[in-house]
C-alpha cells in the first residue's frame, strides 16, 4: 500500500504530528509506504515529493509549521491541475491522498473525489477552529494560547500607562480566537465577525470601565470584525482595529494603542493538546486510507474520533457559539 499527503493553506502548530503519525503507523503496523508532496497542491502537480520513513519523523511533533511545506490554492486554479493530479495519482500508484488542511484544502480534496473518483481523506486543521463537521481543529488550542497570553501581558502595561489596548487576533470570518482568548485573557470587550459591532457601544463600554476607577482596557478584536453601520463599512475596511483605537481615544480622550499579533499565532511549539489530537487524526487518517473511506475526513466528536463527509464543509464556515458570545458579553465583559 502507498500512502500519500500533504499539508495545504495556511500553516498550523500540530502539523508536523500529524506527518509524523501517519509515517509511523503506516510503516510500522501497515507495512505502507508514505510520501509526502511537497509545497502543498503544487508538489502533485509538479511530482515534487519524498518517500518518508520512521528516521524522517523523529522528533518533530514540537517543530511547529510543517516540514513539508506549504501553498494556498490548488489544482481547480490551473486548465491542467486535475489532470496533473490525475496523473501523479498514477504515476505513483498511489491507494490514497491524505489531505491535512482546512475548509480551502478540505473543499478541493472533496471535489476530486465527488467529481473524478481520486482516493482523498481529509484532515481538518486551522487555528481559526472553522472547520464545519468537527468539534475542534488541532492549531486552534495553541493560537488561543498565545493570544492569552499576550493579553495577560498586555493588561499590566495597559494599567501602568492608564491606556486602552486594541489587541488584533486573527479570525478573518469566524471569531474563535477572538471569543476564547478574550474570556481567558479577561477583555473589557470582544468584537468578532459573526456579530457586527457598533462604536459607540464599545465607547461606553470603556467609559464605563473607567468611571468605576478601572482606568485600563484591553479590547480584543478579530480581524474579520465589522461596523454595524453598514455606511462605514468602507472606513474599517481591511484595518479594523487600527480605526478602532482611533475612533476609541478620540471618543474617550484616553491614549490608545494597537497591538495586531499576527503571524505569532501560527508559530512555534504545538501545546500538548494539539499534540494529542493531531496524533489521534493522523492513526485516524490512516485508518480510513487502509478501509478506503475515501470522501470522508477524521473528525472529533464529543472527545472521540469518528468520520465525516469532506462535503460538509465545501465552501462552509463553522462560527462561534453567538449565545456563548452574548452570554459572556452581557455577564463578564467590561
Not at 38 to 66: F, M
Request: glycine letters at 12%.
Amino acid at each position: 500500500m502507498r500512502i500519500a499527503m500533504l499539508t495545504g493553506g495556511g500553516d498550523c502548530p500540530g502539523l508536523n504530528a500529524v506527518i509524523r503519525t501517519i509515517v509511523r503507523k503506516a510503516e510500522t503496523q501497515m507495512g505502507a509506504e508514505t510520501i509526502g508532496f511537497y509545497d502543498s497542491w503544487d508538489g502533485v502537480v509538479e511530482q515534487r515529493y519524498a518517500l518518508l520513513k520512521t528516521n524522517d519523523v523523529r522528533g518533530i511533533a514540537p517543530r511547529g509549521g510543517t516540514i513539508l511545506g506549504t501553498r494556498r490554492g490548488g489544482p481547480f486554479d490551473k486548465k491542467s491541475g486535475v489532470a496533473d493530479v490525475q496523473r501523479a495519482v498514477a504515476d505513483l500508484q498511489l491507494d490514497a491522498l491524505v489531505v491535512i488542511g482546512g475548509n480551502g484544502s478540505l473543499t478541493v480534496a472533496s471535489r476530486l473525489f465527488e467529481e473524478h473518483g481520486l482516493p482523498t481523506i481529509g484532515v481538518p486543521k486551522t487555528i481559526d477552529n472553522d472547520v464545519v463537521g468537527t468539534d475542534s481543529t488541532f492549531g486552534f488550542q495553541t493560537a488561543v494560547q498565545i493570544a492569552t497570553d499576550a493579553i495577560d501581558r498586555l493588561h499590566t502595561t495597559a494599567e501602568s500607562h492608564d491606556r486602552i489596548l486594541v489587541v488584533e487576533v486573527m479570525g478573518r470570518d469566524a471569531g474563535w480566537i477572538a471569543l476564547h482568548a478574550g474570556i481567558a485573557g479577561g477583555a473589557t470587550a470582544i468584537v468578532v465577525p459573526e456579530d457586527p459591532f457598533d462604536i459607540e457601544t464599545l465607547t461606553e463600554i470603556v467609559r464605563r470601565r473607567h468611571d468605576n476607577g478601572r482606568y485600563a482596557s484591553v479590547v480584543v478584536v478579530a480581524e474579520g470584525a465589522t461596523p454595524r453601520d453598514k455606511s462605514q463599512v468602507d472606513v474599517y475596511k481591511g484595518n479594523v482595529s487600527a480605526v478602532i483605537a482611533q475612533e476609541l481615544q478620540a471618543r474617550t480622550g484616553y491614549e490608545a494603542r494597537l497591538v495586531q499579533l499576527g503571524h505569532l499565532q501560527r508559530g512555534g511549539t504545538p501545546t500538548s493538546y494539539d499534540r494529542v489530537l493531531a496524533t489521534r487524526f493522523g492513526l485516524a487518517a490512516v485508518d480510513a486510507c487502509v478501509n478506503q473511506e475515501y470522501g470522508q475526513m477524521v473528525v472529533l466528536r464529543c472527545g472521540e474520533i469518528a468520520r465525516a463527509s469532506m462535503k460538509l464543509t465545501s465552501g462552509q464556515t463553522r462560527t462561534i457559539n453567538l449565545d456563548l458570545y452574548r452570554d459572556i458579553v452581557a455577564s463578564f465583559v467590561g
